[in-house]
């Protein structure tokens, strides 16, 4: 059984920053793509960035590019995302998510096992 738990999530003023963190466990994480979701009320979920299992492929949403990073550590079992020039638009319930194939997808349905989320609030 796959457990992912977010945490680092909070209220922040627009330009302000916040690094999210997601420990996982119940399997050898290093050998699974690792992704960040996040969903805003009364929208669909929408994904945010994916990290390869080596951390050396990293892609990410149009609407984050050059604002947030995603990276992993390993031996630590976790994946973060650190996010930047935070805008009232990011506010959102952030989820991070594995998948039991080991392909790059950013379509959430393709990913197996979530975490319960955590929420971002950016305020202007």
């Known amino acids: 059984q796959v457990q992912l738990v977010e945490s680092g999530g909070g209220l922040v003023q627009a330009g302000g920053s916040l690094r999210l963190s997601c420990a996982a466990s119940g399997r050898t994480f290093s050998n699974y793509v690792m992704a960040w979701f996040r969903q805003a009320p009364g929208k669909e979920r929408e994904f945010v960035a994916f990290i390869s299992q080596s951390g050396l492929l990293r892609y990410y949403a149009d609407s984050v590019k050059g604002r947030f990073t995603i990276s992993r550590d390993n031996a630590r079992n976790t994946v973060y995302l650190q996010m930047n020039s935070l805008k009232p638009e990011d506010t959102a319930v952030y989820y991070c998510?594995?998948?039991?194939?080991?392909?790059?997808?950013?379509?959430?349905?393709?990913?197996?096992?979530w975490g319960q989320g955590t929420q971002v609030t950016v305020s202007s």
């Open positions: 998510a594995t998948k039991g194939k080991n392909s790059y997808t950013i379509i959430s349905s393709d990913y197996d096992y």
